[in-house]
């Protein structure tokens, strides 16, 4: 909230939501809200978007792209050798 307030919501050059990080973390709050009212479904499926708030470290440490790349580009195949294991 304060980060919101010292640079705006949207409609400054430097607003909250002129970052994609921010982004996750505001429809992950809307979501958890939304989740509170009476009769609304479960969101827990895409609650789980928070898993990629510590992507954000990508950013901050150099050598941290190079390890999430490649993670990243190891999933088909994990997920190949898994399928294909059934």
């Known amino acids: 909230l304060v980060k919101v ?3 705006g919501f949207i409609f400054n050059d430097n607003a909250y939501l002129h970052d994609g990080w921010n982004w996750i973390d505001f ?5 958890s809200l939304v989740g509170l009212l009476p009769g609304i479904g479960n969101f827990s499926v895409i609650r789980s978007l928070r898993v990629l708030r510590p992507l954000r470290t990508m950013n901050r440490i150099p050598g941290m792209a190079p390890l999430i790349l490649t993670a990243v580009r190891a999933m088909k195949p994990l997920a190949n050798v898994t399928l294909g294991c059934f």
């Open 27 to 31: 429809v992950n709050v809307v979501l």
């Open 5 to 7: 307030v010292a640079k």
